[in-house]
């Protein structure tokens, strides 16, 4: 079984669910915004849940994270994300939100 949480009501998946249609991909990179540096993972995940709302999902499958150097930046850091937005059918969805919330 894949690694799964939820964010804002939305499931993350790093790896797999053979339930999961996909409704495209996503890409987020807070290296450019201001005050990147202060930024972290639930941002991203922040950014990746709106997207995928905005396009009718409520899961993200195949997703990947981490922190990239910038190039011409001394000790400064950006977060990355990544991964296929996609929808799960109702049953299920609400099944993985009521194991996770019980956690």
């Known amino acids: 079984m894949a690694y799964t949480t939820v964010f804002q009501d939305i499931i993350f998946v790093e790896g797999n669910n053979p339930n999961a249609t996909i409704l495209g991909d996503v890409h987020i990179d807070l290296g450019y915004q201001f005050g990147a540096q202060l930024k972290n993972l639930n941002d991203v995940k922040k950014e990746i849940a709106s997207q995928i709302t905005s396009k009718g999902g409520n ?7 981490g922190q990239k150097s910038r190039l011409f930046a001394i000790d400064d850091v ?3 994300g990544s991964g296929k ?19």
């Open 59 to 65: 899961c993200i499958v195949d997703f990947k994270y």
């Open 85 to 103: 937005i996609a929808s799960l059918p109702q049953d299920i969805y609400e099944e993985i939100l009521a194991k996770k919330k019980k956690r």
């Open 78 to 80: 950006s977060f990355w």
